[in-house]
T-cell receptor, first 114, second 114 residues
């Protein structure tokens, strides 16, 4: 079945440590996105990519980095510069910039600072 | 700046008690409004897309409607399995960009008691 796979499901980060969240899709979608979800707040856009080797900052990109070397993969690195990284991270994709069904989401990674 | 506000923040219903969730939006050039369902610890699942005022979409016990300022998600005779967080999101024509950025509301947590 086609879909988006995020791993790991749970991730623990120590102070000062960089961690990378994986996002892989087999839907042949061009566009991919990373959102952050905090309790009581809507999803906020971190980074997005429309094509391979190209990506743009979203609304809250500080302390995060991404790469898009393959169409199927869009990993997110949470760096030590991100002071409050504890959150639920969601990866999404869409066929193109505009589709009638919006995004397909992964199942999320819950990151906790320990 | 695009804004999406959902109300109420939480809604508790008895099984069979119909009600509505509200999504108010302030955007420049609405291209589409989306409704998603999100179960705890999972990624959002697409429900509906609405494009223009007056449009309605239905799926089982859910019916979504759209006006020029807001959208309603009507739930008829809900069941306990309808318990979830319901998210509203919009995408716009702002800036002539074509990427599919969605701006999300904070969600409504629906609990249906048997």
């Amino acid at each position: 079945d086609g879909g988006i796979t995020q791993s790991p499901k749970y991730l623990f980060r120590k102070e000062g440590q960089n961690v990378t969240l994986s996002c892989e899709q087999n839907l042949n979608h061009d566009a991919m996105y990373w959102y952050r979800q905090d309790p009581g707040q809507g999803l906020r856009l971190i980074y997005y990519s429309q094509i391979v080797n190209d990506f743009q900052k979203g609304d809250i990109a500080e302390g995060y980095s991404v790469s898009r070397e393959k169409k199927e993969s869009f990993p997110l690195t949470v760096t030590s510069a991100q002071k409050n990284p504890t959150a639920f991270y969601l990866c999404a994709s869409s066929i193109e910039a505009w589709v009638s069904y919006g995004y397909t989401f992964g199942s999320g990674t819950r990151l906790t600072v320990v | 700046e695009d804004q999406v506000t959902q109300s109420p923040e939480a809604l508790r219903l008895q099984e069979g008690e119909s009600s509505s969730l509200n999504c108010s939006y302030t955007v420049s050039g609405l291209r589409g409004l989306f409704w998603y369902r999100q179960d705890p610890g999972k990624g959002p699942e697409f429900l509906f897309t609405l494009y223009s005022a007056g449009e309605e979409k239905e799926k089982e016990r859910l019916k979504a409607t759209l006006t020029k300022k807001e959208s309603f998600l009507h739930i008829t005779a809900p069941k306990p399995e309808d318990s979830a967080t319901y998210l509203c999101a919009v995408t716009t024509n702002a800036g002539g960009t074509s990427y599919g950025k969605l701006t999300f509301g904070q969600g409504t947590i629906l609990t249906v008691h048997p």
